[in-house]
C-alpha cells in the first residue's frame, strides 16, 4: 500500500513564525505535490515536484517556497505565516506503479493566530 | 467557467437508493479521471479512476465516462449511511496535474 505521511496532524503558529511542513511517501514516486483546501474554495495547488530538486508553482504559490532534497521527502515553507494561511495543507504523490493515481496524506491543518 | 464543476449539493438519498454524482471538465485534453471520496475533516481517498468512455464497475460504485460531452459521473448503488461524505472529480489534465471539482456533498438518510 502507497503511504504518504506528513509530520503533524494540528498545528498553532504565530503570525511572522516561519512554518516547516512535511511531507514523506514510502513508494518511490517521482511526483509530489502540496495543496491547501478551504471550504467553498476546494483543493487548489500551492506547489509541485517531478523530481529531486525540482519544483514548480502551482496555482497559489505566493507566500509558500518548497524543498524536495530526497524523493521521499517534500518540504513546505511559509516564510513568514499569515492568518490567511490557516487553512487544511494536503499533501499528495503519484508515480509509476500506481496507474498514475494520486495518493493523499491525512492532512494538515494550520492554525495562524 | 470553471475548469470542473460539480454540484455543491447537499444530495440527499434515503438508504437503499442509488445516488448519482455528475461532473463536467472544460479540458478537452483530459485522458484520466478520477473520484475523490472525502470524509469531513479527512483526506481524500482515491474510489475509482476512469480512462476510456463508457462504464467501469467496482462494487457498489460505478463510473461514467463520455469524453465527447466532457462528462464523467458516480453511481453509488444500494446507498449506505457510511457513504455519506464530499465527492470530489478530478480528471487530468493536459499538463499532468489533477483539476479538482469543489465536490457534491452527498448525505444518505437513515
Known amino acids: 500500500d502507497v503511504k504518504v505521511t506528513q509530520s503533524s496532524r494540528y498545528l498553532v503558529k504565530r503570525t511572522g513564525e516561519k512554518v516547516f511542513l512535511e511531507c514523506v511517501q514510502d513508494m518511490d514516486h517521482e511526483n509530489m505535490f502540496w495543496y491547501r483546501q478551504d471550504p467553498g474554495l476546494g483543493l487548489r495547488l500551492i506547489y509541485f515536484s517531478y523530481d529531486v530538486k525540482m519544483k514548480e508553482k502551482g496555482d497559489i504559490p505566493e507566500g509558500y517556497s518548497v524543498s524536495r532534497e530526497k524523493k521521499e521527502r517534500f518540504s513546505l515553507i511559509l516564510e513568514s505565516a499569515s492568518t490567511n494561511q490557516t487553512s487544511m495543507y494536503l499533501c499528495?504523490?503519484?508515480?509509476?506503479?500506481?496507474?498514475?493515481?494520486?495518493?493523499f496524506g491525512p492532512g494538515t491543518r494550520l492554525t495562524v493566530l | 467557467q470553471k475548469e470542473v464543476e460539480q454540484n455543491s449539493g447537499p444530495l440527499s438519498v434515503p438508504e437503499g437508493a442509488i445516488a448519482s454524482l455528475n461532473c463536467t471538465y472544460s479540458d478537452r485534453g483530459s485522458q484520466s479521471f478520477f473520484w475523490y471520496r472525502q470524509y469531513s475533516g479527512k483526506s481524500p481517498e482515491l474510489i475509482m479512476s476512469i480512462y476510456s468512455n463508457g462504464d467501469k464497475e467496482d462494487g457498489r460504485f460505478t463510473a461514467q465516462l463520455n469524453k465527447a460531452s466532457q462528462y464523467v459521473s458516480l453511481l453509488i448503488r444500494d446507498s449506505q449511511p457510511s457513504d455519506s461524505a464530499t465527492y470530489l472529480c478530478a480528471p487530468r489534465g493536459a499538463t499532468n496535474k489533477l483539476i479538482f471539482g469543489t465536490g457534491t456533498l452527498l448525505a444518505v438518510q437513515p
Open positions: 499528495a504523490s503519484v508515480g509509476p506503479g500506481t496507474s498514475d493515481e494520486q495518493f
